[in-house]
């Protein structure tokens, strides 16, 4: 007796009735057979997917089947042996993504140049490995590929993106996609995984939002430009308003003082447009000596009982009126500051210089916060000055601490300043 299907139909009964001419239909064969339409069909799809018989729709939206000779079998065969050779071929040669096939547990099937490309591994190296070998150890410590493959059983695939480990070590990142491949019984055979390196796109995001961050940092120093304005002119222009009365009566002395004034409102702005323009500004940097720009900075803050003391002949590399502008917010924070008068030294150290005074000094908690825009002790003060000042030294790339002096006061360091054809003494003592 001949082999019978799930229906219980000889196969052999149902293929000895085909010649190497005659078609037949699906009813027509029933007949023949003796037995039901649905059971002969059963058995032609089973001979059918054997490769015994070929099967077609007509015109008339009949199905027939036919018997496929030995040679025309053989033929069909080897036609999808080397259909399936050239797609090998053909996944085998993308190098833009790595293609290759896992088993039902995750071991590594097949290897496309793509893949050794990607990830750095020769094929006899990968072939055989586990496929966690790509993942960091914090992922394999979470069981991240296991899970990844009972994604890829529940729901036919699944897709990810994270960081993988190359063979050298090294790190990309990777969109992911596992696919679970089953055989014709429903029985798991194993994965298909593909993998894109999406670095250059991550390390594009970065640079915009680096690019962002720079655009939120002026937009920033946008929104104090107005406040720090008022406050660095209102000084000169309350002096020109007081001498413009006095130079109606012909008062020289007056018109000069007017004249310096509104030079100094001019300076002003330029200074406040660097700070906007932040690292992108041009600087108009020179070799100065500190001595007389501290002076010329302790002029607007006269007529005072304090002293200035200036203790070094420091030289610097900077553009002049930034530090004069520098020195005069400490030397008024100094003054404007404390109870009484107070001494304001001016001192050199090893890589920058200082400003000290013989004041109240500044608690260690708010020494951080004196340099936000808007942060004032004072009843009168407006928190800008100082604010300002961290605004310059940025530009510069200095750094700016507050410590305390040796009489207890504030004193503001100033360093990184060194350059080349800076030197020149240093005396450090208050």
């Known amino acids: 007796m001949g082999e019978k299907g799930s229906t219980g139909v000889d196969f052999s009964t149902v293929r ?10 699906v009813r027509e064969l029933a007949e023949v057979v003796g037995e ?15 490769g015994v018989l070929e099967t077609k729709q007509t015109r008339e939206n009949k199905r027939i089947w ?26 085998d040669a993308v190098v833009d993504y790595a293609i290759f096939v896992l088993d039902a547990e995750g071991y590594i099937q097949t290897w496309n140049q793509g893949a050794k490309r990607k990830k750095g591994y020769r094929k006899e190296e990968a072939i055989g490995k586990h496929f966690s070998i790509f993942y ?10 296991e899970q990844n493959l009972e994604k890829a059983v529940a729901n036919g695939r699944m897709e990810d993106e994270g960081w993988r480990v190359r063979k050298d070590g090294s790190r990309f990142w990777a969109d992911v996609v596992i696919s679970s491949v089953y055989d014709s019984t429903g029985d798991l055979l194993g994965f298909i995984k593909v993998t894109r390196d999406l670095t250059e796109r991550i390390q594009y995001e970065r640079r915009l939002e680096n690019q962002n961050e720079r655009l939120k940092q002026q937009n920033n120093r946008l929104e104090t430009f107005a406040n720090m304005l008022a406050h660095e002119l209102r000084n000169p222009l309350t002096i ?3 001498y413009l009365q006095q130079a109606a009566t012909g008062n020289q002395d007056a018109v000069q003082q007017v004249d310096d004034a509104l030079g100094r409102i001019e300076e002003m ?26 002076e010329q900075a302790w002029k607007p803050i006269e007529p005072t009982e304090s002293e200035l003391f200036i203790e070094t002949d420091r030289r610097v590399n900077v553009d002049p009126i930034h530090l004069q502008h520098i020195l005069e917010n400490l030397f008024r924070n100094a003054v404007s500051h404390n109870d009484g008068d107070v001494a304001v030294r001016v001192g050199g ?7 000290a005074d013989t004041g109240n ?14 942060f004032t002790t004072s009843d009168t003060g407006n928190g800008l000055g100082l604010a300002f000042v961290k605004h310059l030294v940025d530009i510069y790339n200095w750094t700016i601490e507050i410590t305390e002096s040796a009489s207890g006061g504030a004193r503001f360091e100033i360093t990184a300043v060194n350059e080349p054809g800076i030197d020149g003494p240093v005396r450090t003592e208050e």
Do not use: C, H
């Not at 036919?66 to 996944?91: G, I, R």
């Not at 960091?136 to 590929?145: F, R």
């Not at 150290?349 to 400003?355: D, E, M, R, S, W």
């Not at 000094?361 to 808007?374: M, S, Y």
């Open 36 to 50: 039901s339409t649905k059971e002969v069909q059963n058995v032609l799809i089973d001979l059918a997917d054997e």
């Open 136 to 145: 960091t150890e914090s992922n394999i410590a979470e069981s991240v590929p």
């Open 269 to 294: 702005i330029d200074v406040l447009l660097v700070t906007t323009r932040g690292s992108d500004a041009t600087l108009d940097r020179q070799t100065v000596k500190i001595r007389p720009i501290a």
């Open 16 to 25: 000895n009735a085909f010649d190497s001419s005659t078609p037949f239909t």
């Open 240 to 242: 020109a308003q007081v």
């Open 66 to 91: 036919w018997y496929l000779p030995e040679q025309e079998s053989y033929t069909a065969s080897k036609k999808q042996k080397m259909n399936d050779l050239q797609f090998e071929e053909l996944v």
């Open 349 to 355: 150290l090893p890589t920058g210089f200082y400003v």
């Open 361 to 374: 000094g500044i608690p260690e908690e708010q020494r951080t916060e004196v340099f936000d825009a808007g």
